[in-house]
């Protein structure tokens, strides 16, 4: 590949990589504290592009190709097409499909978790707003603390087994590639529409037993379809 052609290409990719930091279409395959890192990343490969072919111009003239002509290979533009695509095409977070190749069961936590999220909930109907993640986990390990309350969890729907269906989020690392999904079992209600985002209501009910381990549930008492979040991950 001419030198030339080689560094519009790694100008596009800087330039898309910090179209998706300055928009929120980043959130969908990093965790929010990585922007600054991809901005970075994305500014300095237009500016090392920018560098070396205009240093690269300066030193030699353009050679003739041998047919009279100094025209780019067409071919060598076909290189843009993944990168346009990038700029134009709007992708979707993980959802549904994804969670469904992952087990529901919630996995022990390293260290006994601070209880004093649930202090407003002690004896009282109101609900507590809590993450997915922390209901997965915490409504199988810390039965005996959230038994009788009340809780509000938003996530997507993704659809089980035999009617069975969860509410469910994925949790990043980093970044997609590690994502894991965390599911809630919701009973009494029927399903909303597969990847449908909604804030369900209801009290805590005994996990699931499975095989494999527990995985936890909810008595849905209120259904509420929701806008999906900017930042789709927890």
């Not at 977070?93 to 909930?121: H, I, T």
């Not at 915490?138 to 959230?146: C, F, L, Y």
């Not at 209600?189 to 095989?211: D, F, H, I, L, M």
Request: proline share 7%.
């Amino acid at each position: 590949m001419r030198r030339n052609v080689a560094g519009l290409v790694i100008v596009f990719v800087g330039a898309a990589t910090v179209q998706l930091a300055i928009s929120d279409t980043y959130l969908r395959y990093v965790k929010p504290n990585m922007r600054w890192m991809l901005l970075a990343a994305g500014i300095i490969l237009i500016a090392l592009a920018v560098v070396d072919v205009f240093a690269d111009t300066r030193r030699k003239p353009v050679a003739d190709d041998g047919h009279g002509h100094h025209g780019l290979p067409r071919a060598a533009w076909l290189l843009l097409i993944p990168v346009f695509a990038l700029l134009v095409v709007d992708p979707p977070a993980l959802g549904a499909d994804a969670a469904q190749r992952q087990s529901p069961v919630a996995a022990k936590p390293v260290a006994p978790k601070d209880q004093s999220w649930l202090a407003n909930s002690a004896q009282s109907d109101v609900p507590v707003a809590l993450a997915v993640r922390d209901y997965a986990v915490w409504a199988v390990w810390e039965s005996d603390r959230m038994k009788g309350r009340n809780f509000q969890l938003t996530g997507f729907v993704t659809p089980g087994k035999d009617g069975a269906w969860y509410v469910s989020r994925i949790g990043l690392t980093c970044c997609v590639a590690d994502g894991t999904a965390f599911m809630v079992e919701a009973r009494g209600q029927t399903a909303p529409p597969k990847n449908q985002w909604v804030t369900v209501t209801g009290e805590w009910a005994e996990p699931t037993k499975r095989v494999d381990g527990d995985v936890a549930a909810l008595t849905v008492t209120e259904i509420r379809p929701v806008t999906a979040p900017a930042n789709p991950y927890e």
